[in-house]
């Protein structure tokens, strides 16, 4: 088990939380979010996920591929 991986176990624990947290999914839906729009928009992804994910469980897996499709066809602003 990797430290990020015992990190979330713990900090899940100490929240609560008792779903099974997917490491492996959250970096990789991040990692799309970072590079199709910009490093920061990927913590908000992750955060608006986990509203979602909070909200109404069974909408977690479409609120991610919504974030997924987003994040693929976003064309920047020009300035």
């Not at 990190?7 to 199709?36: C, M, N, Y």
């Not at 909200?55 to 479409?62: N, Q």
């Amino acid at each position: 088990m990797s430290d990020v991986e015992r990190w979330s176990e713990v900090v899940a624990a100490e929240l609560g939380i008792t779903s099974a947290v997917d490491v492996t999914a959250i970096l990789e839906l991040t990692k799309d979010v970072a590079h199709g729009v910009v490093r920061p928009a990927a913590p908000i992804a992750a955060y608006l996920l986990g509203l979602v994910a909070g909200a109404d469980p069974a909408r977690e897996a479409e609120a991610e591929a919504t974030i997924r499709r987003l994040a693929e066809e976003w064309v920047p602003q020009e300035l």
